[in-house]
């Protein structure tokens, strides 16, 4: 019976059986810990500025284009692939966005345009990794150099480009309007996070009553309630906070929806199955019947169209496209990852992960730019939280298998 | 100085669950040519894995006697400077580097402080010499035929003065003139002192070549054979490799009038590049259904090849001619996408390395072969699925703390029930296993046997490749036997017999 299930763990008593699950899930609970510490330690080093309201909105909108790349590179990591073209294909599509824009064409068409050439960058790429069998390592850079001489000379004849759509312009710099006021905060935000949070609780509560039914092993009923606790106190300091300031920004609700749509695919459908199946073991994918080389092509279209959909939030934030965009933002997503968890020889990911990675990453550039830290001694910082992240993740992995 | 150039007292080794070597005795006379034989999984590869020490002291019981001085290895380094040197069956090179570096890889002669290349250029061309090449030592490994790079290896531990070359089937992957070269070299080695160990399954050269045989069964030595002038001949030796007692380990299963064909391949061959070799010649065989027919034959057969290439996994080897029916019906085969489609299920030799998705759980292993028979639109209906896992938990007896487990915790008994479940939830109509109770205890194969029985009750029919005869004899409706990827025999239960199918297996009939 379902109960005795839940009995036999109780008696290893609360605490054990927080540590049991601890110890089981470090993967993907460590970057929970490492952003809880950061955001401690920036708290007390900058004197509390880190975690004002108008601190935390600039650090979620600056998350906004790494997140949705990472999102993007989850996949093709899962699938142990990597994607090194992805910061100079996005700095060259938010510079196509901002010259299609500049020479008349409406907005959402604008968009749509480069979202779909992304799609198609991302497809070739896929096709010569899938087909051909040239390594992504070897692809994705030629690609690099590709969509760097790209970017350059489309931009060559304007220098940087100004984006005067305001439409544009707001996906990373607006706010839900202020519709309505509740004692002074922004109504609109509370009333969405209001929303979000009883989604959660009614989420986990069927979901917790959907394992009962098969009788699955449970985690103990205080246990969960202390876990949903924790999260939803999260949610709700971070609805007070922000509803305190101008309220939620429109990033943050596209880095939400591309995130569970994402998710979604990859738990509920065939296609996340095969993703999963794949780069947990490539020829036993393809002996299930499963076409590999779709997979890959997938992985990288997706990717593609996560990066200009990362260009778009990144000239939308700069409300222009320079020559130089996107050089370097490789790195964070691919360290976003990383530090999310995703396995370093793929089969393992979450995309909600990668993006709490990606908030690590951008936590950590916004607390040394209010401490003062010059850029050098960020890169170095960076350099050994990443290190250390995966040497953790490859450590507790290594415990596992023995 | 003894007699004895090397000695193996009372080995044990044990591996988790199967004890690999009984207090085994090996005795190697000075300058011998001394040939080891048994059955897969009789322990020889593991005896000589001891020997040079890539099972270090300690792992293993018992002694070992070089020249009278015991010796405890614990790496092939120590092995080597004692003078002795393993060629094994899979080379071990590096491919993209010239023959010349390849020798003197991990020993380089040195001029100083830098590597001395000329040198190793003359010193090279005299060790080809030795083995009878005439090639330029600055040609690159890859570029060489197997049988080459196979008298390169040789080359490489006589540059290491090696005084005790041990050889696992060296022939295996050779041609027929290849081999005769191989062996009239080893000859001419033995005549300069050289003493050799090899082990090989084929008997004919065994008892041409050797001067002593070692015979291995279960993990024990069965008999040590003074093989000088012809005084052995193979039945002999194969009276020795199998003569064990059958018990009654096989579920029963009541005999059934079968007639219907099923499934037929005719005239199947094919060509593997990479080995450059014709791997499958002419194989022609009928499943009828609710038949189990038994494939037997020697590792290097080409038994798993003749598997793969049947399951549409066609890029690695190149189909030359042959035609599949299904019940009556013509298939082209392209992929294995297209085979599971059609109705035929494969399960691997090797679960681990391409079986399973270790890292994901039982119920992921189990639907991903046919998830488009769960989907609700474009979600995976997961009511159904976890209905579906479970059942399968039950009907196979999976035994995992839930359908949440991972499949890596499992032993390996229920990982392959796992893999037959994944199988089976793409509704075959022919199941193809091969070696389907490897690595598993005798408990979870009777369960694996009475799986086999009910399926082929249902309707289904089974190939059964497998290197365990008495597994074959019991479980199988007819036989097919296979050596050097021809059918060099098909057997009925009545003329089923240990004996006769090694014979076949060796093809030592054909040769003699």
């Not at chain 1, 990443?386 to 953790?392: D, H, P, R």
């Not at chain 2, 010239?98 to 090279?124: A, P, S, W, Y």
Request: proline share 2%; glycine share 10%.
């Amino acid at each position: 019976m379902t109960t005795k299930v839940v009995n036999k763990q109780q008696r290893f008593g609360l605490f054990a059986e927080m540590r049991h699950l601890l110890r089981q899930n470090i993967r993907n609970y460590a970057m929970y810990i490492a952003l809880f510490i950061i955001f401690i330690l920036f708290y007390i080093l900058t004197d509390t500025t880190f975690l004002s309201a108008r601190n935390i909105t600039n650090l979620v909108n600056q998350t906004g284009y790494v997140a949705v790349m990472a999102v993007g590179m989850t996949i093709v990591l899962i699938i142990q692939q990597i994607d090194l073209s992805v910061g100079y294909a996005a700095g060259f599509f938010g510079a196509c966005a901002a010259i299609l824009m500049a020479s008349g064409v409406p907005v959402g068409l604008a968009i749509f345009l480069v979202l779909l050439f992304g799609v198609i960058a991302g497809a070739i790429q896929g096709l010569i990794i899938g087909k051909l069998g040239v390594p992504a390592f070897v692809t994705t850079l030629a690609f690099l150099f590709i969509f760097r001489g790209l970017l350059s000379m489309v931009t060559e004849g304007s220098g940087t480009v100004v984006v005067t759509n305001e439409f544009f312009n707001n996906i990373s710099n607006g706010f839900l309007p202020e519709l309505f006021y509740i004692q002074g905060r922004h109504g609109l935000t509370l009333a969405v996070f209001t929303l979000v949070m009883a989604l959660i609780i009614v989420l986990q509560i069927r979901k917790r009553q959907e394992m009962r039914r098969y009788q699955f092993p449970l985690i103990s009923t205080s246990l969960m309630g202390i876990g949903l606790g924790l999260l939803l106190l999260l949610l709700g300091l971070l609805s007070v906070s922000l509803s305190g300031y101008n309220g939620l920004s429109w990033s943050i609700l596209l880095v939400a929806v591309i995130t569970l749509i994402y998710d979604f695919v990859l738990k509920k459908t065939k296609l996340g199955r095969y993703i999963y199946g794949v780069g947990g073991n490539r020829e036993a994918a393809t002996l299930a019947g499963i076409n590999v080389r779709n997979t890959v092509i997938f992985a990288f279209a997706s990717m593609g169209m996560m990066s200009a959909l990362g260009g778009i939030l990144y000239t939308s934030r700069l409300r222009s496209a320079t020559p130089t965009a996107g050089a370097g933002f490789e790195l964070d997503v691919i360290a976003s990852c990383f530090i999310g968890g995703v396995s370093t020889t793929g089969g393992i990911g979450k995309v909600v992960n990668s993006v709490i990675g990606a908030f690590v990453i951008t936590s950590l550039t916004n607390g040394l730019n209010l401490m003062g830290v010059g850029i050098s001694y960020q890169y170095i910082v960076k350099g050994i939280i990443f290190i250390t992240a995966v040497a953790f993740d490859v450590r507790s992995q290594g415990r596992k298998a023995i | 100085m003894t007699n004895y150039i090397l000695e193996m007292r009372d080995i044990t080794k044990n591996f988790p669950g199967v004890k690999a070597l009984d207090l085994v005795n090996f005795k190697v006379r000075r300058g011998e040519i001394h040939c080891l034989v048994g059955e897969n999984g009789a322990g020889k590869s593991t005896l000589m894995k001891i020997l040079s020490g890539i099972y270090s002291w300690g792992s293993y019981e018992g002694e070992i006697y070089c020249d009278g001085e015991p010796k405890k290895f614990s790496n092939i380094r120590e092995s080597t400077e004692t003078g002795i040197a393993i060629i094994s069956q899979e080379l071990a090179y590096v491919p993209e580097m010239t023959i010349f570096e390849n020798i003197f890889l991990g020993h380089e002669i040195m001029k100083g402080r830098l590597i001395d290349r000329n040198e190793q250029i003359v010193q090279t061309r005299k060790l080809l010499k030795q083995v009878r090449l005439d090639i330029n030592p600055t040609t690159k490994m890859s570029e060489l035929r197997v049988g080459t790079q196979q008298l390169v290896e040789i080359a490489k531990t006589l540059s290491k003065n090696a005084k005790i070359i041990i050889l696992d089937e060296p022939t295996s992957s050779l041609n027929e003139q290849e081999s005769e070269n191989l062996l009239s070299l080893l000859r001419e080695l033995k005549s300069k002192g050289v003493t050799l160990i090899m082990i090989s399954h084929r008997l004919k050269e065994v008892v041409s070549i050797a001067d002593t045989i070692t015979v291995l069964r279960d993990g024990m030595t069965v008999c040590s054979l003074d093989a000088r002038g012809k005084k052995v001949n193979e039945f002999e030796i194969i009276k020795y490799m199998v003569g064990r007692d059958m018990k009654n380990i096989y579920p029963h299963r009541s005999p059934k009038e079968l007639s219907e064909i099923l499934f037929e391949v005719s005239d199947w061959s094919a060509y593997e590049q990479r080995k450059q070799k014709q791997v499958l010649k002419n194989l022609s065989m009928t499943v009828k259904k609710g038949e189990i027919v038994g494939i037997a034959g020697l590792m290097g057969a080409g038994r798993t090849e003749f598997a793969l290439s049947l399951f549409g996994n066609v890029p690695r080897y190149r189909l030359t001619s042959g035609k599949v029916k299904l019940e009556g019906k013509d298939l082209t085969l392209k992929s294995p996408m297209d085979a599971i489609r059609a109705g035929i299920g494969y399960v691997t030799e090797d679960r681990k390395v391409n079986g399973l998705v270790l890292l994901q759980d039982v119920k992921f292993n189990i639907t991903i072969s046919n998830l488009s028979s769960l989907m609700k639109g474009v979600v995976i209906n997961e009511q159904k699925e976890i209905i579906t896992a479970s059942n399968y938990q039950n009907d196979l007896a999976i035994k995992s703390t839930s359908i949440h487990q991972r499949v890596r915790n499992l032993s390996g008994g229920n990982q392959q029930k796992v893999s037959l479940a994944k199988l089976l939830f793409t509704n075959p109509k022919l199941l193809i296993l091969d070696e389907p109770t490897r690595g598993i205890d005798v408990g979870a194969k009777y369960e694996i046997y009475s799986l086999m029985n009910q399926m082929v009750e249902q309707g289904m029919s089974i190939i059964m490749i497998s290197s365990e005869l008495l597994e074959l004899i019991g479980m199988c409706d007819r036989l097919y036997v296979m050596s050097d990827g021809e059918f060099t025999g098909e057997l009925g239960q009545e003329e089923f017999s240990e004996h006769g199918i090694m014979e076949m297996a060796t093809n030592i009939r054909k040769e003699i």
